[in-house]
Nanobody, 116 residues
Framework: QVQLVESGGGLVQPGGSLRLSCAASGLTFSSYAMGWYRQVPGKQRELVASLSKSGLDYADSVKGRFALSRNIPKSTIDLQMDNLKPEDTAVYYC???????????WGQGTQVTVSS
């Protein structure tokens, strides 16, 4: 059974930093594209950052501020978020997609709120 468990969300002031972590289990970590999405009420879920065989990809709105990293032995994927802005406020979801099976898996989400 595949599980993705996020941690690290919370409340931060504009300009601050947060680090999200996703622990994956039940899958062969290196066989999956991994990433983070976010969603605000009333809007579609959007890609924030992803890592696949094609390389790293970031949404234009977070380039230069967010950094994705993966630890294969620990089966974790982290999102370092710096210089946070109020528009980064959203529920952030960890995502895994089988690079052969194309099956999607999602974590339960973690709230990030950027506010003074």
């Amino acid at each position: 059974q595949v599980q993705l468990v996020e941690s690290g969300g919370g409340l931060v002031q504009p300009g601050g930093s947060l680090r999200l972590s996703c622990a994956a289990s039940g899958l062969t970590f290196s066989s999956y594209a991994m990433g983070w999405y976010r969603q605000v009420p009333g809007k579609q879920r959007e890609l924030v950052a992803s890592l696949s065989k094609s390389g790293l990809d970031y949404a234009d709105s977070v380039k230069g501020r967010f950094a994705l990293s993966r630890n294969i032995p620990k089966s974790t994927i982290d999102l370092q978020m710096d210089n946070l802005k109020p528009e980064d406020t959203a529920v952030y979801y960890c995502h895994a997609k089988g690079q052969t099976s194309r099956i999607d898996y999602w974590g339960q989400g973690t709230q990030v709120t950027v506010s003074s």
